[in-house]
């Protein structure tokens, strides 16, 4: 590797490490957002008359919905759920407000909440003479607009209280739900149908699979390959066309023996789905289609060694084949679970054979269309021939696979979406030094050292982008009110002026407020902490930062002191003494 090179390589190193390596720490969780209409939540300590507790507060747009029962939900289990947990309080049951109704595309009436609203999780028993705790809630369920559902979520959510000072907590009111809590999947009736009738829903089921827009960019892929191996001979263009169903049948195989083990040895079900409410598996199918999309782009091929392909029976064929439809498959989940969740239902509440022989007719469905294109040679005789167009449209499909793998890094939880994004240019910067720095004619020891380098750098740049820590401090929103009303409590407030695409305010979080020593001095003060985010023009941190305190941009942060005139501001990412000087002097002669 030349000079020029090596440059390239540790620029790219001191770039990522510098300004990237921040964590991504807010003060709430976004759960979702989609075309313009968002809902984001935070937990904080209140009362609800009597009871002391924790809220989750809900802030939002009103087309932006979560469901209030399960029987309503767009499949069981996907309800709004909401849990506490803490090692040294225990929680009563979870107190839901009376929610609101919509009605569907279908034109049926679902209960929903929406907008601003709020969960109360509250303390049982004693909390008298208790002193710090921490207390975390999990949120899950599934959230959509009138015109997309996206991926079910879990979130957690976690904040530090003082119960010896849960007399002062803010109090909340709000008319409760009928029955206390949301419907749950358990009480909900399993659909009534004979084995034949269920069994023909999965074939179509199955069938369904083809047609979903999320794998319509590897269908061109797929038919492409059936041509090639068409020109192989009737025999062998049929035997590699089985291999790909095979690659299909593998993938709902798995499914079948994962829920035969959670049957068996845990005594639950496998919810359709559920994978979706893992951040990893989304932003591992997100990267996933990002390197594809690469591949699309001619950015680097796939070869198998000449000792393997020059074998009789071309192996390496046949486990390409299998590949592709294993792929196809996985690639089908993101917009099947609605359709496929009643089948997963009912062959769940069968004999456990009956119920892996449903899962399996699915696979049976999605494989039957590839089945007929290889059994009957003429059909693939009438696609048209290869030539230009055909790399032209190979690039365009890589362009839909992008725009899919915007759809699902949008779906990831507010702080991982920039690192999932960021790591997705560092992954594709090692794709091209894998595929274009070296050659056919690159020397062995060159070319896997050039590569071992891209390998090191994706993994190093994985770690480093995303591994997502919790903020040490509690940040509430900005909101001028709250300001001021600290203020005048006699109590310190601390405003961090920040914004997404500031790569300096992410700088400040990591060599500032990073720092325990700060986070803890905010907390034993009782400073309250403001995130003010100016992404965006219309935000009204945004306007009031000019209007108000006078600063023209980010980052900024201020400290207003008890009973002192005036404030101290700091510009820029090395204040982390001094802000830590002038919180230890809060409150002290």
């Known amino acids: 590797m030349d000079s020029r090179r090596c440059l390239t390589v540790g620029f790219f190193f001191v770039v990522f490490g510098f300004f990237v390596l921040p964590v991504f720490g807010a003060e709430s969780v976004e759960i979702g957002r989609s075309e313009g209409e968002f809902s984001k939540a935070h937990l904080e300590p209140v009362r609800m008359g009597d009871k002391a507790g924790v809220a989750v507060v809900f802030k939002g747009t009103e087309d932006f919905h979560y469901y209030a029962s399960g029987e309503t939900a767009p499949a069981p289990g996907l309800e709004l759920k909401i849990e506490g947990e803490s090692d040294s309080i225990d929680f009563a049951e979870t107190v839901f407000p009376k929610w609101g109704t919509i009605t569907d595309p279908l034109g049926k009436t679902v209960e929903v909440y929406a907008g601003e609203f709020a969960v109360f999780l509250p303390f049982e028993g004693d909390i008298a003479g208790k002193g710090a705790a921490e207390v975390s809630a999990t949120i899950s369920g599934i959230a959509c607009t009138t015109k997309v559902c996206l991926a079910p979520f879990e979130k957690k959510l976690s904040v530090k209280v003082d119960l010896s000072k849960s007399a002062s907590w803010r109090e909340i009111k709000f008319e409760k739900a009928a029955t206390g809590t949301t419907e749950t999947a358990a009480a909900m009736e399993v659909p009534s149908y004979t084995v034949a009738v269920a069994l023909g829903l999965a074939l179509l089921a199955g069938l369904s699979l083809n047609i979903m827009p999320c794998v319509w960019p590897v269908l061109p892929i797929i038919v492409m390959r059936l041509v090639e191996q068409a020109k192989e001979g009737k025999g062998k263009s049929f035997t590699l066309g089985l291999a790909f ?345």
């Open 245 to 589: 169903c095979v690659g299909i049948l593998l993938f709902f195989t798995a499914l079948a023996g994962v829920n035969i083990v959670l049957q068996v040895f845990y005594g639950t079900v496998l919810q359709w789905g559920d994978q979706f409410r893992d951040p990893r598996f989304v932003a591992g199918m997100a990267l996933l289609l990002v390197v594809l999309a690469l591949f699309m782009f001619g950015l680097f091929t796939i070869t198998v060694p000449s000792s393997i392909s020059s074998k009789s029976g071309s192996g390496s064929g046949y486990s390409g084949a299998v590949g592709m439809g294993f792929l196809a498959a996985i690639l089908s989940t993101p917009c099947s679970f609605a359709i496929l969740a009643a089948v997963f239902l009912w062959a769940q509440a069968q004999p456990l054979a009956l119920g892996t022989l449903t899962i399996m007719v699915i696979g049976v469905g999605m494989a039957v269309p590839y089945l007929v294109l290889v059994s009957v040679p003429g059909l693939l005789s009438r696609t048209p021939k290869p030539g230009r167009w055909m790399e032209l449209f190979k690039q365009a499909v890589g362009f839909i696979l992008l725009v899919i793998a915007a759809k699902l890094i949008a779906a990831l939880p507010g702080e991982q979406r920039m690192g999932a994004v960021l790591y997705a240019v560092a992954l594709s910067f090692c794709v091209w030094m894998w595929g274009s720095w070296v050659g056919f004619g690159t020397k062995a020891v060159k070319k896997w050292t050039i590569r071992a380098i891209a390998v090191a750098l994706a993994v190093w740049s994985g770690f480093a982008l995303l591994g997502v820590k919790e903020s040490l401090i509690a940040w509430e929103r900005y909101d001028a009110g709250v300001i001021a009303s600290a203020r005048e409590e006699g109590r310190g407030v601390l405003i961090k002026f920040t914004a997404d695409w500031c790569m300096t305010c992410t700088v400040a979080d990591v060599r500032v407020f990073s720092r325990e020593d700060i986070a803890d001095l905010i907390e034993e003060k009782a400073v309250v902490a403001i995130k003010a985010d100016t992404t965006v023009a219309d935000y009204q941190a945004t306007k009031d930062m000019r209007s108000i305190y006078g600063e023209p941009g980010v980052p900024v942060t201020i400290l207003f002191r008890p009973g002192k005139e005036g404030d101290i501001r700091w510009r820029g990412m090395n204040f982390g003494e001094e802000l830590k000087a002038e919180l230890e002097k809060l409150y002290s002669n």
